[in-house]
């Protein structure tokens, strides 16, 4: 990326693709100086792929099932992330472990969003899982990608209370609009220079960051 150019992303989604349509959202009102190259979906029937269709932007669909195996599927990807040259790539509800040659190639050119206060609760049923464990607090989390599952240096959280008699549909709802808010926040870091990758790690204005910024969302 030159100077003064926009950080150019590769968006890639399973399903409605909300926080693809925030971070494009973002990105066309110049909240942050970044511009979606291409959404990429792991299946034909992804909603978010028509949406990103409606706003103009280019589509692409990688069909995981029909492939062989993860490593066909990973090539044709690997094939469209080549010929669109991202900046980042942004994993927005994508519902597909990734290999580790694949994560070692993008290191600290990554990020995904994880519906929990990572490292508490990687994987699935994340709200299911705090409210069965009755926890006080719940959240999400923006981290680089690494070949660890929702294991990679957490950038950025945002943090709720769990209310008393909160069922999974409402707390994921709340934890959902917070979603939309940090994410393209961390990209706008990145399209700033504010955050980058370097010895391993994420820096932030400058320093390493040993522990993820946390903004409490029931202040």
């Not at 029937?45 to 269709?53: C, L, N, P, T, W």
């Not at 990554?110 to 719940?138: C, E, F, K, W």
Request: with cysteine.
């Amino acid at each position: 990326m030159s100077a003064g150019e926009p950080l150019r992303l590769a968006i890639l989604i399973s399903g409605r693709g909300s926080n693809m349509l925030a971070i494009a959202q973002a990105c066309t009102e110049k909240k942050i100086h970044a511009e979606v190259d291409v959404v990429i979906a792991d299946r034909t029937q992804a909603a978010g792929i028509e949406a990103a269709r409606n706003l103009g932007i280019p589509t692409a669909v990688v069909p995981w099932k029909a492939l062989d195996t993860r490593e066909a599927a990973e090539q044709v990807l690997t094939d469209l992330l080549v010929a669109h040259r991202p900046d980042l790539i942004v994993l927005a509800g994508f519902m597909r472990i990734l290999s580790t040659p694949f994560v070692e190639r993008y290191t600290g050119r990554m990020l995904n969003i994880h519906p929990s206060l990572l490292p508490r609760y990687t994987g699935l049923h994340t709200h299911r899982r705090v409210l069965a464990a009755g926890d006080a607090q719940h959240g999400a989390s923006v981290h680089f990608v690494t070949a660890e599952l929702d294991g990679g240096p957490v950038v950025l959280q945002s943090r709720i209370a769990v209310r008393p008699g909160d069922t999974e549909e409402a707390i994921s709802g709340r934890v959902q609009k917070t979603e939309h808010m940090i994410y393209p926040r961390v990209i706008g870091w990145m399209s700033d220079g504010r955050l980058a990758w370097r010895d391993g790690k994420p820096w932030l204005d400058g320093r390493p960051l040993e522990s993820p910024v946390v903004e409490d969302f029931d202040e």
